[in-house]
């Protein structure tokens, strides 16, 4: 680990260097307090970083989890009479993390490391673009000037009867000159820093976007610090509490609130975390791994062990729930980083930062946080995704565009319930109408040749059956199974049934394959690729499947 220490050492800084400020803006953005997004990134550079296989993976608070953590805290944190209190909430949200981070080893044990591969790939991009698109829609207030840490996180249609977008209206009433003065100079900076002149500058791909941004609004607060129409409101402003300070050290940390144990809602917010943060992790390892320059290949159920191992860590004490994240990851290949001490070592720099220089990070405004996580909203739901997900087929794009709006304008869980829904009924719908083809239009006076799929399942019973029904008397049909390699024994028996009544309307069949043969092959061909063999052990699933 320690053969290319140069290497790692100098990606390790750089990583360091743009993860301090998303660490501290995730945090923002998912209403809990701000140090609990630094102990995430300790936590996700340190431990799970020991513990995982990746050699370019880096892991962290993430902001495709942003809008689960603040529905969630909310949700706990609000009494019968709609009153919430982050007190409450976030101790009770902390346990919700450990058993969350549980979870996620448990499924590593049941080699459960490639069900990310089983999830649409238009119901997660429609998950990630909506969650783009609420991240800024909710940063805009702290754009402003206006703070809402907690507003807004019960959905689009909030008890008080306002929901997002009124929410908005009320904040351009409510505008700090300052605030917005540094919003708009840091999406300058940030928007600069990803042309591609500047990409080209070694100088530029050392010192990152989001530090400028961050350094920036340090310096105008301090040039502003005593004139009061353009100096910050405290709660405009980061709140890291002060070792120094009484209670200081303690206060850092939050320890989670365990009597909600036996609740339900606990435990579906949990599961909701494992999933979600799980299938996060598994998309940006496949994603790392493919920029690998050597293609190896990171043990995906070793890295759900880190992680879940990381989010228990992180839970016990007070920080958010980590994923893999792939800004971070990428920034650490594109910087040199050539094993996993990089990821260990920006973990160890945010610490060091954090306990030696919380006085500077108390300096810095919510606004420039704001701005970053705008632009990070933005890559999300960039519009050449919709672009990318419309040419690709019309099937993709509506289930896409329905998880999208769904969340948007519901909640997260209820988007993503929607989306999964709409993904399955589209999946049903292709079965029912390709389970078969006509090698002649009926009626034409040649055979009707019936050629089945690759699989024919028992979903494609009802198709078969209409098919076979409006074949008129007289003629000559050939049912070829040939290339089929499973068919369910349910469609065996529509089959066997039409060609008994074939004979009372002069009908004559050929059927081309052995039904029986088909399907032994098909079994021989599973036993013997899932045989528990030195070099594949089956997992839980495919034991299940076997069985």
């Given at each position: 680990?320690f053969k290319?220490f140069?290497?790692d050492?100098?990606?390790?800084?750089?990583?360091?260097?743009?993860?301090?400020p998303?660490?501290?803006?995730?945090?923002?953005?998912?209403?809990?307090?701000?140090?609990?997004?630094?102990?995430?990134?300790?936590?996700?550079?340190v431990?799970v970083g020991?513990?995982?296989?990746s050699?370019?993976?880096?892991?962290?608070p993430?902001?495709?989890?942003t809008?689960?953590?603040?529905?969630?805290i909310?949700?706990?944190?609000?009494?019968?009479d709609?009153?919430f209190?982050?007190?409450?909430?976030?101790?009770?949200?902390l346990?919700?993390v450990?058993?969350?981070g549980?979870?996620?080893?448990?499924?590593?044990?049941?080699?459960?490391g490639?069900?990310?591969?089983?999830?649409?790939?238009?119901?997660i991009?429609?998950?990630l673009t909506?969650?783009?698109?609420?991240?800024i829609?909710k940063?805009?207030?702290?754009?402003?000037?206006?703070d809402?840490?907690?507003?807004?996180?019960?959905g689009?249609?909030?008890k008080?009867?306002?929901n997002?977008f009124t929410e908005l209206?009320?904040s351009?009433?409510?505008?700090?000159?300052?605030?917005?003065f540094v919003?708009?100079v840091s999406?300058?900076i940030?928007?600069?820093?990803?042309q591609?002149?500047m990409?080209?500058?070694?100088?530029?791909n050392?010192?990152?976007?989001p530090?400028?941004?961050?350094a920036?609004?340090?310096?105008?607060?301090?040039?502003?610090?005593n004139i009061d129409?353009?100096?910050f409101?405290?709660?405009?402003m980061?709140?890291i509490?002060?070792?120094?300070?009484?209670g200081?050290?303690t206060?850092l940390?939050?320890?989670?609130?365990?009597?909600?144990?036996?609740s339900?809602?606990l435990w579906?917010?949990?599961f909701?975390?494992?999933?979600?943060?799980?299938?996060?992790?598994?998309?940006?390892v496949?994603?790392?791994?493919?920029?690998d320059?050597?293609?190896?290949?990171?043990?995906?159920?070793?890295?759900?062990?880190?992680?879940?191992v990381?989010?228990?860590?992180?839970?016990?004490?007070?920080?958010?729930?980590v994923t893999?994240v792939i800004?971070?990851?990428?920034a650490n290949?594109?910087?040199?980083?050539?094993?996993?001490?990089a990821?260990?070592?920006?973990g160890i720099f945010?610490?060091i930062?954090?306990?030696?220089?919380?006085?500077?990070?108390?300096?810095?405004?919510?606004s420039?946080?704001?701005?970053i996580?705008?632009?990070?909203?933005?890559?999300?739901a960039?519009p050449s995704?919709?672009?990318e997900?419309?040419?690709?087929s019309?099937?993709?794009?509506?289930?896409f565009?329905?998880?999208?709006l769904?969340?948007v304008?519901?909640?997260?869980?209820m988007?993503?319930?929607i989306g999964?829904?709409?993904?399955?009924?589209m999946?049903?719908?292709?079965?029912f109408?390709t389970?078969?083809?006509?090698?002649?239009t009926l009626?034409g006076?040649?055979?009707?040749e019936?050629?089945?799929s690759?699989?024919?399942?028992?979903?494609?019973?009802a198709?078969?059956?209409?098919?076979?029904?409006?074949?008129?008397?007289?003629?000559q049909?050939i049912?070829?199974a040939?290339?089929?390699?499973y068919?369910?024994?349910?469609?065996?028996?529509i089959?066997?049934?039409?060609?008994?009544?074939a004979?009372?309307?002069d009908?004559?069949?050929?059927?081309k394959?052995?039904?029986?043969e088909?399907?032994?092959?098909?079994l021989?061909y599973?036993m013997?690729?899932?045989?528990n063999?030195?070099?594949?052990k089956p997992?839980?699933?495919?034991?299940?499947?076997?069985?």
């Amino acid at each position: 680990m320690f053969k290319h220490f140069g290497n790692d050492l100098s990606a390790g800084l750089v990583v360091f260097l743009v993860a301090v400020p998303l660490c501290l803006g995730i945090a923002l953005a998912s209403g809990a307090p701000l140090f609990s997004g630094i102990i995430s990134g300790i936590i996700g550079g340190v431990l799970v970083g020991i513990i995982s296989g990746s050699k370019f993976g880096v892991s962290g608070p993430a902001a495709g989890l942003t809008v689960i953590v603040a529905d969630a805290i909310f949700r706990l944190g609000t009494n019968a009479d709609g009153v919430f209190s982050l007190e409450k909430g976030y101790p009770l949200f902390l346990a919700a993390v450990v058993i969350a981070g549980a979870i996620q080893v448990a499924l590593a044990f049941a080699k459960s490391g490639i069900i990310g591969y089983y999830f649409p790939n238009s119901v997660i991009k429609g998950m990630l673009t909506a969650i783009g698109v609420i991240i800024i829609l909710k940063q805009i207030p702290h754009a402003f000037g206006h703070d809402v840490i907690a507003e807004g996180f019960d959905g689009f249609w909030q008890k008080d009867g306002e929901n997002t977008f009124t929410e908005l209206m009320i904040s351009f009433g409510d505008i700090n000159p300052s605030a917005l003065f540094v919003t708009l100079v840091s999406m300058g900076i940030l928007i600069l820093w990803e042309q591609k002149f500047m990409q080209k500058l070694k100088i530029f791909n050392i010192i990152q976007g989001p530090l400028v941004v961050v350094a920036g609004g340090i310096l105008f607060t301090r040039l502003v610090l005593n004139i009061d129409s353009l100096s910050f409101e405290p709660d405009e402003m980061v709140g890291i509490p002060l070792i120094s300070e009484e209670g200081g050290f303690t206060a850092l940390f939050t320890l989670p609130d365990w009597s909600m144990i036996l609740s339900s809602e606990l435990w579906v917010i949990a599961f909701t975390i494992a999933i979600v943060a799980s299938l996060e992790t598994l998309l940006c390892v496949e994603a790392t791994d493919k920029m690998d320059p050597e293609k190896d290949v990171t043990p995906t159920n070793r890295e759900l062990i880190a992680q879940g191992v990381g989010n228990m860590a992180s839970g016990m004490i007070g920080g958010l729930p980590v994923t893999q994240v792939i800004v971070r990851s990428s920034a650490n290949i594109q910087s040199g980083g050539k094993t996993k001490l990089a990821a260990i070592i920006h973990g160890i720099f945010i610490a060091i930062s954090v306990f030696i220089l919380p006085d500077i990070l108390n300096m810095i405004p919510l606004s420039s946080l704001a701005a970053i996580l705008i632009m990070v909203g933005y890559k999300l739901a960039k519009p050449s995704i919709f672009k990318e997900m419309f040419v690709k087929s019309s099937d993709q794009f509506l289930t896409f565009m329905i998880t999208f709006l769904s969340i948007v304008f519901t909640d997260l869980l209820m988007g993503i319930a929607i989306g999964l829904s709409f993904g399955f009924f589209m999946i049903l719908r292709k079965n029912f109408t390709t389970p078969f083809s006509f090698s002649e239009t009926l009626g034409g006076g040649k055979p009707i040749e019936i050629v089945l799929s690759d699989n024919v399942t028992f979903l494609n019973k009802a198709s078969i059956l209409q098919a076979l029904n409006v074949i008129p008397d007289g003629s000559q049909v050939i049912i070829d199974a040939t290339n089929t390699h499973y068919i369910h024994p349910d469609v065996i028996e529509i089959i066997e049934d039409f060609m008994i009544k074939a004979k009372q309307h002069d009908i004559e069949v050929e059927v081309k394959g052995d039904f029986d043969e088909v399907n032994k092959k098909h079994l021989d061909y599973f036993m013997k690729k899932i045989s528990n063999s030195d070099k594949h052990k089956p997992s839980y699933f495919e034991t299940v499947f076997r069985n």
